[in-house]
């Protein structure tokens, strides 16, 4: 077993990641970057489309593009690539990796946890019929044809609205298949409205509300499938339409992967990392960031957690003292998905949250005091926040909720 030691260690190379090292590089302590794959870049080197960097950038670039121009700001910097960890152990602050040349057993003085997210999986949605040949996860698909240059068939049903869903709807038109429609068993959209827009409206293809596939059908490759209307949860009688396709792309959602420490971090409802505004897990010197803490829509946010968690782990490999906290934040009505849990109230600090359904002009609340109002308020968009200790109470219990002006 080969032993190596490292002030702060990066686990994941994506979007978080590369942040987490700049963060963690300006305090000139030595670093680590730890990846699976064979570069960093995560998720982003799938993402061949525009709509990445327009705070970090202040420019519309596509997802390899904002990887590369991020990678210049870097510099050089020690990387372990086609490297995975098996194993933390808190105790020793030992990861436990294997990679090409054997195992690997890694000191750290402090953690940055960027390890993304896994797609949900079609079986999950347990829908009756067969399991042939031709059902894909969005993400899947998205590998498939943008990095494989592989197609996987010429005639798909996107199920769920979500935004690679909507982004696989485009992409597939566009290498000449057939997109007979998007079936969302919600009554709203999963996905960003922007891509509603882009890559459905302009493209003609359907987006179908409360409805959804309730049967696979064919026996080697997928000859089908059967939709329907849903209502309260359950499907219309009679509501049922057989659709003929050979592919079916399923985009239900991610999930924070954290299957490596979900017995020593604390993890929230929706699989998250919980953490506090610095970025800091329940384990002092262990930090998290991106997609493992909660899933995000904008990638410049991600690499902003990135980088303040990649400081703040410097610092605490330095041996400096980070502030406690002061303050457990909570989801008050409304409120289904907040990035930050807890405050040491010591600085004004971002946090990202998500409401539980659609709503119009939208105040949004900590405890009783009214901080915001936005236009309109959709579970797929990510409402930023910025809150500053020297304006608001932020002791004990925070909670923050959203209420529909005038309803
Ligand atoms: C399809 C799609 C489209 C998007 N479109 C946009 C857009 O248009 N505009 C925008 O701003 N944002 C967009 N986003 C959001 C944004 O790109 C992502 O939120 C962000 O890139 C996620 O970065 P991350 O570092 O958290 O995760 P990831 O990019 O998933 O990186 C995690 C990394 O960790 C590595 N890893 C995981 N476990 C281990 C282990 N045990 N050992 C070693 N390595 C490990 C993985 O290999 C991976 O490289 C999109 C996201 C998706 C999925």
Known sequence: MKKVKYDVVVLGGGAAGMGAIKGALSENVKTLLIEREASTGGVLNQCIHN???????????????????????????????????????????????????????????????????????????????????????????????NLENKLPGHKAVILGSGDIGLIMARRLTLEGVKVEGVYEIMPYQGGLTRNIVQCL??????????????????????????????????PVEGSERFIECDTLVASVGLIPENDLVKEIVEIDLSEGAVVDDLMRTNIPNIFAAGNNVCIHDLVDFVTME???????????????????????????NNVRILSTKYTTASQAFKLYLRVSKPMGTTALYLNDERIKVVPVAKPSEMIELTLDPSKYKMRGKVILSALEVGK
């Open 201 to 234: 409206d302009d493209f003609n293809i359907p987006l179908h509300l409360s409805t959804s596939v309730i049967k696979v059908h064919g026996k080697e490759r997928l000859e089908g499938v059967t939709v329907a209307k849903f209502e309260n949860g359950r």
């Open 51 to 145: 709509g990445f960097g327009i705070h970090v950038f202040n420019q519309e670039l596509s997802g390899p593009e904002y990887h590369e121009m991020y990678l210049e700001k870097l510099g050089t910097f020690d990387a372990m690539y086609e490297t995975t960890v098996l194993k933390v152990d808190e105790k020793h602050n030992l990861l436990h990796a294997i990679s090409k040349d054997g195992v690997y057993e890694i000191e750290y003085g402090a953690l940055v946890l960027a390890t993304g997210a896994r797609e949900r999986p079609f079986e999950a949605l347990r829908i009756s019929g067969t399991r042939p040949a031709g059902i894909f996860t969005a993400g899947l698909a998205q590998h498939f044809v």
């Open 306 to 332: 990135g980088e303040m968690a990649g400081k703040n782990a410097a610092l605490v490999s330095k041996g400096e003292k980070l502030p406690e906290r002061k303050a457990i934040i909570k989801e008050g």
